[in-house]
């Protein structure tokens, strides 16, 4: 394969980033965007500007967008409640798919898209933060052995609340757990939660959360939460502690903060995705220019270039349905702990 020929299943949810990374690459052809017939009006308008913003054409019909004949990977970037259905249609088709996070809003969604990738001829992954450079990095000094063994993992991802406008299309996304299948738990743990199984390698054997509507008049208006606080206790009695949330300013650099601590027996180390940065001062005031790109940005570019390589090479992307079944657990778990008021191992 010369070319990785690309069409993107509804153009709702991050459409609009993702494919202006994709089409910069050379390596990459856009065939279009499409939405699905009987979607709502304002989902075809959304589409619709998503392709004409990035000048590639609009699709009529939807399966064009995963037709085998015309596309090699069709990338599903619905509202999350159709993720998984979406993603189903695609491969059913026969192409690989790559699937907006999260993969699914329910263990028994993803469990489905398991059992079918098991008969379908295409690969399937699923946008992710594991290339980040900072996350990398942290992970190649464990193997090294500079921090002996890990005991626990600090992890943290928060989003400003002063960029909400910016970064989020519709805040009904969001809020509406009809379109977004629940709050800032499913939108962000499971970026925490793949850091701590990325850096360990361990399996997570007991989940306690808690969680609240903090900040956001929306979340509290339609019951989910805007923070929370989740603890895993992992095999070999490791530990972490995972934070998300939309809070009024996050501490980074952008739209959103990453950042990840591990205790290890013999080292101690601290990863944040918008360091190393350069500091300039100026007339206007003290400016921080992230290296590599902003924590936001970069570690979804380093993502979507690592799929077209590999799937130019012939090869799976890293980071698939088994990955994303891992961390849908630890959400899962995480929201049936609030409901229990107890600890809950992941299903």
């Known amino acids: 394969m010369t070319a990785l020929r690309v069409a993107f299943a509804s153009g709702v949810r991050h459409a609009g980033s993702y494919l202006d990374e994709l089409r910069r690459d050379p390596r ?3 065939v279009g965007v499409a939405e699905e017939a009987d979607a709502p009006a304002w989902m075809h308008a959304d589409g619709r500007r998503a392709a004409a913003d990035a000048g590639v054409p609009w699709l009529e019909d939807i399966r064009s967008a995963s037709d085998p004949d015309r596309v090699d990977l069709t990338v599903v970037c619905s509202e999350p409640t159709r993720h998984a259905r979406l993603a189903a249609d695609a491969m059913s088709a026969g192409v690989h798919v790559l699937v907006d996070k999260p993969v699914a ?5 993803v469990d489905a898209l398991l059992d079918l990738d098991r008969f379908t001829p295409g690969t399937v992954s ?15 000094w464990i193997d090294a052995g500079h921090l002996g063994l890990p005991r626990h993992v600090d992890a943290e991802f928060l989003a400003s609340g002063a960029f909400f406008a910016r970064s989020v299309e519709r805040p009904e996304l969001v809020v509406d757990p009809a379109l ?9 743990l499971g970026y925490c939660a793949d850091a701590v199984l990325h850096l360990t390698g361990l399996e997570v054997e ?12 929306g979340h509290a208006e339609h019951g989910v939460e805007d923070t929370a606080v ?4 992992l095999s070999n009695g490791v530990t972490a502690t995972l934070t998300v949330g939309r809070i009024p300013f996050a501490p980074g650099l952008g739209p959103t903060s990453s950042s990840v601590r591990v205790l290890g027996s013999h080292g101690h180390a601290t990863a944040d995705d918008d360091q190393p940065a350069v500091l ?3 007339a206007e005031g003290l400016a921080a220019h992230p290296i590599g790109g902003g924590g936001g940005v970069a ?10 390589d590999r799937l130019i090479a012939g090869a799976a992307p890293d980071y698939g349905l088994a990955e994303a079944r891992a961390s849908l657990a630890v959400i899962d778990a995480a929201y049936r702990s609030i409901a229990a008021g107890d600890a809950v191992r992941p299903g």
């Open 126 to 140: 699923v946008v992710n933060r594991t290339h980040a450079a900072a996350l990398r990095r942290t992970r190649a």
């Open 230 to 233: 989740v603890s895993l206790g």
């Open 180 to 188: 977004s299948g629940g709050g800032e738990i499913l939108n962000f």
């Open 28 to 30: 990459v052809e856009i």
């Open 299 to 308: 570690p979804v570019r380093a993502w979507l270039t690592h799929v077209v």
């Open 105 to 109: 809003t329910t263990l028994a969604d």
């Open 280 to 282: 300039r001062f100026g």
């Open 206 to 217: 007991s989940v306690y959360a808690m969680s609240g509507a903090l900040f956001a008049a």
